[in-house]
């Protein structure tokens, strides 16, 4: 099993930033590619990015391409994905989630075994 504990959301301004934390326990992290989800009220889960295990290759919805960057720091098990620009079409619960990595990068929410309990982002025009 995988924990994921998800931090750093909260209401801000359009065009400001904040930078989401996912803390991961319980298994060896860097077997593991990590990815964001959002949903939004009334909406599917979508995504919005993943990084491989480490870091060298990632991939980003086009609805959030040059704003959001993902990362991750191994030795800290934990990914990150900073958000800048923020707009407030992105306001939605953040979730982050893990699957093992065989060299494919997966954009489904059904591709991901594991999933933290989200973080609400808000924000206002």
């Known amino acids: 099993q995988v924990q994921l504990v998800e931090s750093g959301g909260g209401l801000v301004q359009a065009g400001g930033s904040l930078r989401l934390s996912c803390a991961a326990s319980?298994?060896?992290?860097?077997?593991?590619?990590m990815g964001w989800f959002r949903q939004a009220p009334g909406k599917e889960r979508e995504f919005v990015a993943v990084?491989?295990?480490?870091?060298?290759?990632?991939n980003y919805a086009d609805s959030v391409k040059g704003r959001f960057t993902i990362s991750r720091d191994n030795a800290k098990n934990t990914s990150y994905l900073q958000m800048n620009s923020l707009k407030p079409e992105d306001t939605a619960v953040y979730y982050c989630?893990?699957?093992?990595?065989?060299?494919?990068?997966?954009?489904?929410?059904?591709?991901?075994?594991?999933w933290g309990q989200g973080t609400q982002v808000t924000v206002s025009s």
């Open positions: 989630a893990a699957r093992l990595y065989g060299g494919t990068l997966y954009f489904a929410r059904g591709d991901y075994n594991y």
């Open positions: 319980g298994r060896t992290f860097t077997n593991y590619a």
């Open positions: 990084v491989s295990t480490f870091g060298g290759r990632t």
